[in-house]
Every structure is written in C-alpha cells, then in structure tokens.
C-alpha cells in the first residue's frame, strides 16, 4: 500500500487497473490510442447565454418564442452560425466542434459547476484534472500536472480522495489581480537561488544519507525526487509566470491586462490567463484550467454579455492561433463552456433584457485534440430550450475527454471508503464517438 | 448462506470472506474474523520478553529470521514522544534520558512511557487518531458549510476521556447512546454528540428528508468502521462478488438510528460543567437592548451538540429501502443487529435501542470488535495494522499476519478492562516495538515483523513537530479552534464566515485545534494526507507530493520556525559553531550530530556566511545580521531533512 501511495510520478491508475498484485491475472487495460495528450479548460463562469453565442435561435415565423437577441452570420467554410459578440473567435470557426445539445441536472450554480468539475454535485470528489493526472501520470518533472488559473472554489481542483500530488495547483484567486498571481510557496524571498540550491544539495545529500540505513526505501525516494521537483519549481515556474518577455505583437493579440468591466463582468485578465495557458501547454502540464466570470447576467443581459464576450473573445482567438501554428492543436483539447447556459428572452419581455439559468440545454465547444473540426454536433429545440439531439451529459462530457486521452472513461476507479469511485458516476458516461475525427 | 445483495442501488453491508479462502466464501460463518477469539497458547521462545514478543519471534524462527536489534536510546525516546505525545522531546529531556538510561535502560524507558502516558499530551494525540474516525469538523459541509460554534466542545470530551483512561467499553457506550442512560450527565450528552459530527444539508431547497437519510446512513456505516471493522458500501458501483449482510438487515441497523432528532440549537451546558464560552465578552455595549444582551448571552452560552430519542408518535416506522430509494418502502423492520454475529440479548418484549447495540458491541462473544480496537492500536504504533486494512476486516480486507497475536492482543485489550493506556503500555514495552527501524535487508518485506517501520508522521505532527522544535509551540490544551494564518492562495472561505486569523499564542496551536471548515480545509494539512472529513477515516493514506516539498521549504510558519530556531541557536552559542550545530540537531533530530553531519552543516554554515552578505539576502531579511541569517539558513536545512519529518 505504501509502495502505491508513495509512487510519485508514475501512474497509479495503471496500476490499479493491472490489480494490487502483479501476480494476478489483470483486467486488461483497454487499449485507446490517445488523442489529446493535453487539455485547456476554459471555464466560463455564471452559463454563458448559448442562444446569444453559438446556438442561432431565430424566430420562425410562428408564434413569438424565446430566442437569440444578437445576431449571426455562417463563418468560416465550415459555414458554423457565431455570434456578432465573438468576431474574433468566428475567424477560427473552421476549428470549433460546437456541441450544442448540452445538459446537465440543476439550474443551481455552485452545484452544477461542482458537477462539471467533479461529477458529483454535492460533495468533494476529485476533480477532472485530478482524475487524468491520476490516469496518466505526470510527465513534467519541473511542473505540477494541472494548473487552475484564476480560480474560484478549492473543490474546482482538489484531488479528494485521491493521491494528493494529483491536485490542481491554483494560481491566482477568481477576482484578485492576475497580473500578481504566483504560486503558492513556490517563492521564498528568504534566500538567493543559490543558497537555495546548496540548502537543497545539502538537505539531498544528508537524506541520502539516511537512506543508506534504509536501502531501496521507495519513499524516501520518492521523497527525495518530489524535494527536487519542489525545488524545480522555484525556478521554472515564477519564470513561465513572467510574461515580460513576450514580444508587445503577442501581448496585445491577447489583451493582456484589458479587460472590459461592465455589470457581472469582472477583471480576470483573461488575455493573460490564455497567455500562461499557451506556456504552460508549452511546457507540459497536463491540465489547465482558465477562468472567466462571471456571465451570469440576469439583468442588463445585453450590455453585461457583450462585455464578457469582449474580454473572452479575443485572448482565446489568440491561444487557437497559436496553439495552432506551433502544432500543439493538434494533440490539445480546448474546451469551451460554462455550468450551464441560459434561456432566451421571451418576446414581450425584451424591454426587461433579463436571463436566467438553463440547465436543459447549452453550449460547449471543443477545438483540437481529436475532435472534428469546423463541425456542429447536437442541437435544441425550435426555441433554444432544450436539449433534443445530441445530447451530452457533463458526465458524457467526462467521458469524452477521458477517452480522447486515451483513457477508460468507466473503468478508471479508485477504490474509498469501501466501494470503487469514478468520475462518471453510478451511471457511467457514453462517449460521443460522433464528434471524434 | 447469507444472500448477496446484487441489484444496483442498494446499501449492502460487506462483511464476510478473505479472498484467498474458498471455503470461506461458501460459507460467511467460517471467515476468520467471525471465528470466536481464541486464547492462544504464547509460544515457549526463552528470550521472549513478553508474549507479544514470544508470538512474533515464533514466527520470524520458522522463517529463519529474527528481532532487529534495539534502536537506539535516542531512536526509542524520539519514537516514543512523537507516537504517545505526537511532540519532540526537548534538550533538557533528552539529557535527563540519557542519565536514567546509563543508569539502568530498562527502568529508564519503563518510567519514560509512563511519564509520556500521564503527559496531558498524549490525550491530544491519541484524540486526533479518534477524531479521524468520528469525522470530525468544525462545519456542517456541502456548499452552505454552515461553522458548528461548539463542536470543539466534543473534540475536547474526546481528549479528555483519553487522558482520563476512560475504559474503551463506556468509552463506546456514551458516545453511541450517552443521551439514552438513565439521568445522563454533560458530559455524556456531549460524548452522544458522536454521531452529529455527519456532514448536514442546510442548503435552501435541498431535500432534507433524503438528506436525514443520508445521515442515518453515514451513521451506520461509521458505527460499522469504527467498531465492527466493516465496510458499508453503496452497491451501486460495485460489481465484485461478495457475500453479504442481506438488505433487510443492513435496514435492521439503520432502524437503532432512525428514531433520534438533533438537538438544534444544542442543549445548554451549566456554569459548572467547565465549558467556557469563547466568544462572548461581558461588555454590554451601550447600543445595544436588554433583550439584545439577553439573546447574545444565550448565543454565547455553551451548547452540546447532541441526539434526542424521539418518543410516541414522533418515533418513525423504519423500512427497507427499495434499491436505496428512501421513497420506495419495502418491508417493515425493527432494529436488530446481523445474524452472523453473535446474538443481541434483551427481553422479549422489549425494542432494542442504541444503548442496548452499544452494549451488544462490548458483549463477551463478540468475535470482532476486540480485534478491530486492538489492531486499531497496533496500526498507530506500527505504522499498518496486523490486519492491514484496519477499516475492512471483510470480503476486501487483508487477512491478519499474526492471527494468534491478534487475538491474544484483543484478549488482553478485554482483560485489561479497555484501558487504552494500558494496551498501549503493553505494546511499547515489548522488543518487537523496540527494534530498530532500519532497513538492513531491502528485499524482504516487514511483514513478520523483523523491523520496524519508518512512518512520516502524520499531517498535524509536522506542524507540531516545527512548532516544538522551534520553541513556539503553545501547550494550551482544549478550547476554539484556532484560525493560523491562511496562505495568500485561499480566498474562498465558504459563505458562512470568514477566517479571523488567530493572535498570539493561538497561532502556534497544535495541528489539532486548527479550525476544519470542511470547505476550506487548512491547505497544510491537507497537502499532508489529513482526511477530507466527509466519512470516517481508520487509516490515512501517506502520500508525497512536490508540494509537501515546496510547503516545507517555503510556508510562512515553518519559515518562522525555522528563523526563531536559527536565532536562537546563533545567540546561545554564537561563533561556537560545532556547539550551535549540535544543539540545532540536538533540538530537531533529538539526538548528537555525527561526525558526517557536522561537517557537512559547519561547511554549509560557512558557505551560507558568504553567500548571504550580498546586499539584496540582507536586506531581504531586514536587520538580521549575517552570522544570525547563516544560522537560520541552516536551521531551515535541518528542518527540511525527511529524518525530521520521520518517525523511525
């Protein structure tokens, strides 16, 4: 058990599907060949309004209904309908995989963006990123596997029951300046680097030393390489947080430091949470989670969406292209979407400009990774309203993601408190093999 | 047979078959933990000097193995403090030591852990392992996370009770059914406040009759962990074959803890009962009313958390839930306890309550729960249990690597009337946990134990042991739990409250009293492997993480421990370097620098003297001279060092 747990780097996963004991016949891991060996997830917040963004509701003629208040046009060959509010997301149309037949259980924010992060929606359970660093293991040795920017709740990225090191390291907190975000404790101001080094050297060599009385002791070894992964840290990772070295070109693609304050949208320097995404993606970690918030824009639905699409809109332009042209898309997935999405306006009503929360039926949307590209998959009914084709579960979602990394969206448990967990739940996800190039 | 529960969706009570036995699994009866406990013969083994010795030594001679050696006296007293106190013994106490050991070892380490057992300490330490199990927090849980403002008043009785040697037995018996003895005290309304440390549902709009359930629920299942050695598991996801407690019995159980309301806001505690209130100042403010005084003062007066019985036509019907459906009513059933255990004895007439199942744990047949407490014990001192899954001895669970000695522990756990100090005593006094921990043969598993074994302490221990260390530790026993300062990254402290950062001396708390917002757990601890809270925990995982590492080396209060440390040391020995280094690993490691170290650390102390009087180091530490920041550089080495983090 000790031996398991204190595994550092490897997958634990694996080692759980092979069985505890090497001796034992094992459940053959089914084999998956791997799609995305990455993922950026860009979590928007408060349910973005899908009728106004990428789901075209116009009204048809009959009775008046609920629908989209912007307006759209067909972008791209691919001829997918975006909204006015996203012109700079619409010129890489070509690369979305809109999912347009989303659906999840409750209308309740902090529930559904529990479940959307961890398949549960009541309690602590590991979280996504924490499931696939579990799954697959890190493969960075100077950074952690999942990266949360900007984040909000503890939940959105813990490991729970789950081996701590597959926890999400936040950097910077849902509100706060990013521009100062840093890692915890990965700076001590106390010394120079190269006291540290030789603090470090030194504490290296003395544990050694100690290990000499305990010979092959797997945790003092693992110890020893996770001080050193610790140690690493300090040093490539306030330096992939400095941005300074950016050419101004790049940084003003991103927006870096604009954002657009108006009613629900708030400072999330977005442009540079998309920035640091592309670095980090750069440098291998596994799972990075970006932040938005929030589009929760009951009143003044109008002006507080167009501000939230102005601050999102062209950072994440920005990261597609150049995810793109350095060949990262490819095996990259980006994904797109909030807790939940948001009904119409209901005619008649239009005077009030207000929305609310929609759990029957939203958007999200994919790029890279596997997924089909320039590519519309699922749909709601004639008023945005719910979800009738196409249908994906946030645990679908789950095992989708899952699977385009290569791993057994339901056959990838932990066994806790006396009965195997998984992230989709008792009932499983189904992979949406439709959208998968 | 018994039948095996196999439809989705139900609660299944998993008790039942080692998986290397066929017959076993034939037959629930014939699974060892249910075997009545024997009373072994203690193998005739001339240099055994206990029978704990005799049972392990008889083993390791079939396979042509042996004890380790004795570890050394510094070892055995470090190992002693850290697993009976969960503190570092200080110079002054290693010195007096290493006279009574010269003088005569043996009485030396006897009077050792009798002093450690009587140390108020060891009550705080042994509580933690408890609080684990009763999932104990500070917070309702869920999104709403709502403080419980006297839950701490708990978690002192559980200190208390352990100090006090309370036998395990009553121990038991209050807190599963304290509000149900005739005329119950305070204190042992407070203990029946066990079962209200269950996460609760307050959120608006919730379904709080399916949370009530879930309640009830989580209260078997941590009945069942705690006492019983058994896993209740939700059969949803399970797809392994195992036998079973049927359905309707696993309702049986849930029926003893269907029929209690909680006592909200809390039944109020008399002046004398010893509680004091921690937020209340009898200040009256001008502004505010008679009334308004009134109702603060009620707010401010202690409360237990606890059960009420519920009685007449409140008492509820309890049924079999149709696949784990509290809607879906099947059978009706009354509260009765497994048919594979031994009986539950009480009048024909009579309905058994929660006493009547407490009573039922401690019954003389009772084939497990000894074995569970007794190998509960071992585990805390051996770092894994004879029965290495001490939470399950079930379908899944390991099967024990010393059966004779597991029952003559639990025997002697029975015979020594339940004090747990006395078992522990037991324990500590043998040679099997006085061997050294050194690994001399890498191959060969421990599992006979011809060593022992090397644990890094638990979450709460390294924070204790930094705070020990340094000399800030505060030894105030009991009270609010404290608020250390919370590292900058955390900003979403639930809606309830936010964290009003301790002052003084309740910075420097033990691990224990730190506030659990289950929430907001303090991210120290948890990045050290302490339990979520949300069920209860027998054996916590260890796992090693980068940012253990980069906690240690760089979190504000270890930095501060680490600064107060090297300060110190520089001014008490100032340019006597070797001094100043013996006493920081003296201080740390508790025991002498050797020659290795020593040179190594003064080679290092010297590199640090010039490598940190380039300007921007010293103005960094704004008016630290040198030599002191030297100190303090090496301090932080020595705190740094997985030895120190280790109990061997």
Known sequence: MLQTASCGFGSLALQGLLGRKSLQAANPVPHITP?????????????PAQLDTFDFKPQTGKAPHAGSAFKFQ?????????????????????????????????????QSALQLHTGDRLRDRPSLGAWIGYG????????????????????????????????????????????????????????????????????????????????????????????????RMQATAPELLDISSEPQAVLDRYRVGRNHLEGTCRASDFGRQCLLARRFAEAGVRFIEVNHGSWDQHKNHRRDLKANCRTTDAPIAALLEDLDQRGLLEDTLVVW??????????????????????????????????????????????????????????????????????????????????????LTGAEGGKVAHDIIA | MLKRISIGGLFVLAIAVTTNSSDAADDPAAHWAYQPITDPAIPQIDDAKSPIDAFVLARLREANLTHSPEASPHTLLRRLHLDLTGLLPTPEEITDFETAWQKDSEAAYTAKVDELLASPHFGERWARHWLD????????????????????????????????????????????????LPKPTQQQIIAAGFHRNNLKNTEVGSDFELDRVKQVVDRVATTGNAWLGLTVACAECHDHKHDAISQKEFFQLYAFFNNTKDSDPGIELGPDSGWKAPVYKDKPDAKISEKELAKRKKAATPKAQSLVELSGKDRRQSFVHIRGDYTQHGDAVSPATPAALHPLNVAKDKIPNRLDLANWLFDADNPITPRVLANRIWQRLFGIGIVSTSDDFGTHGAPPSHPQLLDWLAGEYRRLGWSRKQMIRTIVLSSTYRQSSANTQPDLPNDLLWRQNSVRVSAETVRDIHLSASGLLSRKIGGPGVYPPLPEFVSEVGRSVKWPESKGEDRYRRGTYIVLKRTVLYPMLTAFDAPDTSVACSRRDLTNTPMQALTLLNDPVFFECAEVLGREIHEKHGDDIDAAIDDLIKRSLNRAA??????ALKNAHHDFLTSTTSADDAESEGGITDPQLAMIATARVVLNLDEFITRD
């Open chain 1, 337 to 422: 979407g909030g807790e939940f999405g948001r009904p119409g306006i209901t005619p008649g009503e239009k005077d009030k400009d207000q929305t609310g929360h929609q759990s029957s039926g939203f958007t999200f949307w994919m790029a890279g990774g596997g997924v089909k590209a320039g590519f519309a998959y699922g749909d709601t009914d004639e008023t945005g309203k719910r979800a009738v084709a196409g249908k994906i579960h946030f645990r679908d979602l789950h095992a989708t993601i899952l699977h385009l990394l290569g791993l057994p969206a339901n056959d990838l448990k932990f066994r806790h408190a006396g009965r195997e967990h998984r």
């Open chain 1, 35 to 47: 799609r995305a060996r990455r993922v950026i997830f860009l979590f928007m917040s408060g349910g």
């Open chain 2, 133 to 180: 199990l009763a999932r104990y927090a500070d917070s309702d849980g869920y999104l709403g996370d709502d403080m419980r403002l006297w839950a701490w008043i708990y978690r002192d009785w559980v200190i208390d009770a352990i100090n006090t040697d309370q036998p395990f037995d009553q121990f038991s018996l209050e807190q599963l059914a304290g509000d149900l």
């Open chain 1, 74 to 110: 067909q972008r791209g060959e691919s001829g997918l309908w975006i909204s006015e509010l996203l012109p700079e997301t619409a010129k890489h149309a070509d690369k979305l995989c809109v999912l347009k037949g989303m659906h999840c259980d409750t209308g309740i924010h902090a």
């Open chain 1, 136 to 231: 697959l293991g890190h493969d960075n040795r100077d950074l952690p596997g999942f990266i949360s920017l900007n984040t909000s709740r503890p939940s959105s990225y813990g490991s729970a029951f789950l081996p701590a090191n597959y926890q999400g390291t936040p950097i910077g907190v849902n509100g706060e300046d990013m521009s100062l975000a840093t890692l915890p404790n990965v700076t001590g101001d106390h010394l120079s680097t190269k006291a540290k080094r030789q603090q470090l050297d030194l504490i290296q060599m003395m544990n050694r030393r100690h290990q000499q009385q305990r010979p092959d002791d797997p945790q003092l070894d693992a110890v020893i390489k996770s001080m050193e992964l610790g140690f």
């Open chain 2, 594 to 599: 050797s020659d290795a170290e020593l040179t």
